[in-house]
């Protein structure tokens, strides 16, 4: 409950002939979580021959899952197919059967895309001709003449240019082709002249324009366009008939493509399996770690799987050795495991905070939030969320205990919506936040102090298991007595109060050396940042009034004053209330964080990974 599971080394050793009945046993039990094998005096083990035709088909099926746009969504519908994906063989034979039908409309649909791009050159290009007022057939191969399309932005330069080489020329403009570059132009010269020409039109500011998709057509302009939109058209309804083909083909294989991913995820993790393992040319050994109460159920399964021709070996982890965590927490507190993950999991030998998170994350965030309408409307709110967003449940089940919490703190501070009184009456309330400011400080930091001090505890207990009584005192302890110290100072007797403070400075120089003696100022403010409890949730119950009194005295200027309240009473709570939420949050997390783990925690482990469990 308070450490992590009990972990126990494991070496399994075998014949090889027996190594793929072993792994498929390992998988079914979801116990071991492996190490991966070093090379030293034994070899990594090769995958077994099925990995590649295995690794083959995987491809194939998230390539068709791209295709069919299911990449996003992963749950099942409970349509075609949804169950009995278990046959190699037949999953292999389908796939190929449904990748062939893809890649059909697929190409179809990538040609469409092609052809489109080249029409949409085409029509471009026909808009310059319609614009120049010429024919389509001016842009034929001639012997004599030589021609340029382009953009320029002052046609007089051009044409100075090319008056400059000769004067048999032909030069047509139009406006509206580019707002950058407002005149397109047509020049027709000398077929002699041509290489000259372009040189001259380069110094001039001219950008040839291409209209190559022009040559070879013949008939009006507009008749071409008009073809040109036809096809245009029908390409964009066989783009939207091939959408529609793929997403028919995405509603019926669903399923059956999810579950071939997983099956062949599973499979293929066993094919490849004895890359993590250590052989020798007749046998194997695989290296892990294993929960010690499965340790037994282990060596009988492996024993059963294989003809009893495997050998387990266990043995209790050796001191400082990295041992793969998994959390073990009831089943109340688990959810709060979240937190460990989303900061860091403990070390093997060191206290799990879960459970201390799961009493005190709540009643911090209650004593911030501390209302019976927020926590109400954030409780249904977050009902709503978990049903919806399956993706956000880890988050949503701490924060239901805590918002569960705000409605008792509410009742405690009497405040609903930051009302203390209705229809002429007083809510009931142990204090009231907003009248007792001195109170509710003196409250948190009376928090604070059970709360570092327990941080201190529990280091005590960590460090006694490595360094020893003596050492764990003066390291953890030693802090405590300082603040007895201090207390004795200000309270009763100086002179007892110095003296005992000082020991306890020496105290901590002997167990934390100078990182001590740098912490010690740092005491007080991890203290005194307690009182965010109090503060962040005043600042809460200030702006609730502040709304509420604006909208009382709106609501007193007849009816559009009355719908006007409701509206500022809707909007300026719905604010406070995600504010609310958002600070008690942090800082709840935030004295968990910085406050409380630095007196005990430094985590870093590895979470347990045990081969053949999903992610």
């Given at each position: ?65 791209s ?76 012997k004599?003449?030589a ?85 245009k ?20 294989w669903h ?5 071939g ?16 393992f250590?052989v ?23 024993g ?11 043995e ?36 799990d ?20 309408g ?34 008792v ?49 529990l280091?005590?207990?960590?460090e ?36 005992v ?13 100078i ?38 005295d ?6 559009l ?6 509206i ?30 630095t ?17």
């Open positions: 409950m308070f450490a992590p599971e009990r972990m126990k080394k494991v070496t399994v050793i075998g014949p090889k002939n027996v190594m793929d009945r072993a792994v498929m046993e390992l998988h079914k039990l979801k116990a071991v979580h492996i190490t991966d094998h070093q090379k030293d005096e034994f070899d990594i083990g090769s995958p077994f021959e099925r990995a590649d035709k295995l690794s083959e088909l995987l491809v194939t099926v998230r390539a068709i899952l295709a069919l746009g299911i990449s996003g969504r992963k749950e099942l519908l409970n349509g075609f197919r949804a169950v009995g994906v278990k046959n190699l063989a037949g999953l292999r034979l389908a796939v190929k059967k449904l990748n062939d039908n893809v890649n059909v409309i697929t190409a179809s649909s990538k040609n469409a895309e092609d052809e489109l791009k080249k029409l949409s050159a085409k029509e471009a290009q026909i808009s310059y001709v319609k614009l120049l007022g010429l024919s389509l057939d001016s842009f034929s191969d001639y004599s003449l021609y340029f399309v382009g953009v320029v932005k002052d046609t007089s330069r051009l044409r100075e240019s090319v008056l400059a080489l000769t004067n048999k020329f032909e030069l047509f403009s139009a406006t509206g082709v580019d707002k950058g570059h407002p005149l397109i132009v047509a020049l027709f010269v000398d077929a002699s002249k041509k290489a000259e020409v372009a040189d001259a039109l380069a110094g001039s500011g001219f950008s040839e324009l291409p209209i190559a998709e022009v040559k070879g057509l013949t008939g009006s302009v507009a008749s071409a366009a008009e073809a040109v939109a036809r096809r058209e029908k390409l964009q309804a066989q783009l939207g008939s091939n959408k529609d083909s793929l997403a028919k083909l995405g509603v019926k399923d059956f493509l999810l579950l991913e997983q099956l062949l995820v599973a499979e293929l993790e066993k094919a490849q399996a004895p890359l993590r250590a020798s040319r007749n046998a194997f050994v695989v290296r892990g770690w294993v929960p010690a109460r499965e340790v037994k159920m282990l060596e009988s399964r492996l059963r799987a294989t003809g009893e021709r495997i050998f387990v070996e266990a209790l982890p050796h001191h400082d050795e990295k041992v793969p965590v998994k959390l073990d927490n009831p089943k109340h507190a688990k959810p709060f495991e979240f937190f460990m993950n989303l900061y860091a999991l403990p070390k093997y030998d060191e206290i905070p879960t459970l201390f998170m799961f009493i005190t994350f709540p009643l911090f965030f209650g004593f911030i939030l501390g209302d019976v927020y926590g109400l409307v954030s409780f249904f709110l977050l009902l709503w969320l978990k049903e919806k967003f399956s993706s956000a449940s880890k988050l949503v089940n701490v924060l239901i205990p805590a918002v569960l919490s705000s409605i703190f509410g009742f405690l501070y009497g405040e609903i919506f930051g009302f203390e009184q209705a229809f002429g009456m007083e809510f009931p309330r142990v204090i009231s936040r907003a009248h007792s400011v001195n109170e509710m400080l003196i409250v948190a930091v009376v928090i604070g102090l059970i709360h570092v001090n327990l941080g201190f505890v280091g005590f207990v960590n006694l298991k490595h360094k020893g009584l003596f050492k764990a005192f003066c390291a953890k302890l030693s802090w405590i007595i300082l603040q007895l110290g201090v207390v004795l100072w200000v309270f009763w007797n100086a002179k007892a109060g110095i003296a403070s000082a020991a306890a400075v020496a105290l901590i120089y002997i167990g934390e050396s990182r001590g003696m740098v912490e010690l100022p740092g005491l007080l403010s991890n203290v005194v940042s307690y009182t965010r409890l109090a503060a962040v949730g005043l600042s809460s119950v200030m702006l609730a009034g502040v709304i509420n009194d604006i909208s009382k709106i609501a007193q200027s007849g009816t004053g009355i719908a006007a309240s409701v500022i009473l809707f909007i300026g709570h719905t604010i406070n209330l995600a504010l609310g939420l958002l600070g008690s949050f942090l800082q709840s997390l935030r004295l968990h964080y910085v406050e409380f783990f007196k005990f925690f430094e985590g870093g482990a590895a979470p347990f990974k045990p081969f053949g469990a999903k992610d």
